[in-house]
């Protein structure tokens, strides 16, 4: 079937016009305290006049068309380009759909190929038209039907609501209050400035009557704000991952989310390379883990990779199975029971937690502040249990398939990766891990973050499982090859 060009949906202008809503009413502000209420029509109207006519210009000269091995996006609106997506460099299909877009029955469609690719995005389309395209594009298949429908899905996992309660654990979402209040007194600040409300003398009369409180008001409204803290964090949490749900469809698993904005992410099975499981004390304490996805030139992974925002870890683990296919993955979603690394480890963990506070302390004695260095070995000795945690929490694993390794404590990371993934190895010794015999080993994967490491591992146990897993590579670098065999021949000569 030949390929044509095809424009977005006629309604992109509307779009952009409305996203533009709050620029024109800035605007009409504007003229309404330079010239009054004219002015503000004035102002307003120009606005939206030009707008307008930008965004029909826009769209009458920006086409896509899908051909068998890629995508172009072409633009004429001043001068002519042309982007060209390979169809097999696709790392992603997104789709997603703002309040503008879902009033009008449209999404956003935005095309990944990873950092060699490029990106392209589709601004406005039908929610048909961005089905078919995410289908038509991550498979291997041309299928230009436009009649043809989705493949069925299979769902694979769905946040229950009362996991939303697990945000405040995080920690990310607790600063929610603090930045949305910031930015209302900020935005207060400037209106205020601009029409000449917010004075010197007004701002110092402010801050005597604020200090001037009485004790019980602020104590009520710290109680407040500390009770507002979780609240709020729990409703953002909300927000963005709204019915959170992660399902397999055509090869590709597929996370969608989000109430307001609704956004959904496909991610290709053939380039899920692994998992990786990430918490921290509050959320191990409360049995709740994250979980994302690493992926083979995925731009923006920590995001765009991410399969379960906070679950109970017998979900992420069951999810982490049916994401890489079937292995024997046990709970905490690892391969196997975790080998625990030798003690020498375990006194570098400790050693690295107390060295910055007691260097500060020495300092702080040299320049004869005695108060300082008092409380610099205060916060030494407590971090003893840090450096204790740290160690427990390193461990590594391989199941004849996967391999995992383990570490951190205030923020505890676990990779599963496929042997098949891993590119290369790398052993770090450093001087003091030299002196206990230890070594860190790094497997490169092309997905993620590039590499994950097994920490403070014994020298000769961090070789010999990158040789369990990579025989190949590895071994022949450990051992010498035999001596060639010889014979006597007649005459006393030698032959090899």
């Not at 209106?191 to 409300?197: E, T």
């Not at 996370?255 to 380039?271: C, F, I, K, Q």
């Not at 260097?359 to 004869?368: K, N, T």
């Not at 000769?460 to 090859?481: K, Q, Y």
């Amino acid at each position: 079937m030949t390929a044509r060009a095809q424009r977005l949906h006629p309604l992109t202008f509307v779009v952009g016009a409305t996203k533009e809503l709050i620029a024109l009413l800035a605007a009409g502000v504007t003229g309404l305290v330079v010239g009054g209420l004219s002015t503000a029509f004035y102002f307003t109207l120009i606005g939206l006049a030009f707008g307008l006519v930008f965004h029909i210009a826009t769209w009458v000269t920006f086409t896509y068309t899908v051909y068998d091995d890629r995508i172009e996006l072409r633009r004429s609106l001043i001068g002519r380009s042309v982007k060209t997506i390979p169809r097999e460099r696709i790392r992603g299909v997104d789709i997603s759909v703002t309040l503008p877009h879902r009033a009008l029955g449209l999404a956003i469609l935005h095309v990944d190929a990873g950092a060699d690719g490029g990106e392209g995005e589709l601004n406005a389309v039908s929610r048909q038209e961005a089905d078919r395209l995410r289908g038509v594009l991550l498979s291997r298949v041309t299928t230009l039907d436009k009649d043809e429908k989705p493949p069925p899905r299979e769902v694979l996992a769905r946040m229950v609501p009362r996991w939303y309660v697990y945000a405040p654990l995080s920690g990310a979402y607790l600063l929610t209050p603090f930045a949305l209040a910031g930015s209302l007194l900020g935005t207060l600040y400037n209106l205020g400035d601009d029409l000449g409300l917010i004075t010197h003398k007004r701002m110092e009369r402010l801050g005597h009557e604020a200090v001037g409180l009485p004790t019980a008001v602020v104590i009520a409204l710290a109680i407040t704000f500390l009770v507002a803290m979780p609240v709020m964090s729990v409703i953002v949490f909300t927000l963005f991952n709204w019915n959170f749900t992660v399902y397999e469809r055509d090869g590709s698993v597929v996370a969608e989310r989000g109430l307001v904005t609704r956004r959904s992410v496909s991610l290709e099975r053939r380039r899920v390379r692994g998992v990786e499981l990430a918490d921290n004390p509050f959320e191990r304490m409360a049995g709740v883990i994250r979980l994302g996805a690493l992926v083979t030139g995925l731009s923006d992974a920590a995001h765009r990779g991410r399969l379960l925002p906070a679950a109970p870890l017998a979900v992420a683990a069951e999810l982490g199975g049916r994401v890489l296919g079937p292995a024997d993955l046990r709970a905490p979603g690892v391969p196997g029971p975790l080998r625990p690394h030798p003690p020498a480890a375990r006194k570098r963990r400790v050693a690295r937690a107390i060295a910055p506070p007691l260097g500060v302390a020495a300092i702080a004695l040299a320049a004869r502040q005695p108060w300082v260095a008092s409380v610099c070995v205060v916060v030494a000795v407590l971090a003893i249990p840090l450096g204790l945690d740290r160690y427990r929490q390193l461990g590594h694993a391989s199941d004849g398939r996967r391999l995992t390794v383990r570490s951190g404590s205030l923020r505890r990371r676990q990779a599963v990766i496929e042997h098949d993934a891993v590119v290369a190895w790398r052993i770090r010794r450093t001087l003091f891990q030299r002196r206990l015999g230890l070594a860190t080993l790094f497997a490169a994967v092309g997905a993620g973050e590039g590499g994950y490491p097994a920490v403070d591992m014994a020298e000769d146990e961090a070789i010999a499982f990158a040789a369990r897993i990579t025989p190949l590579w590895v071994t022949p670098f450990l051992e010498r090859p035999p001596p060639p065999e010889t014979e006597v021949i007649p005459g006393g000569e030698r032959r090899t």
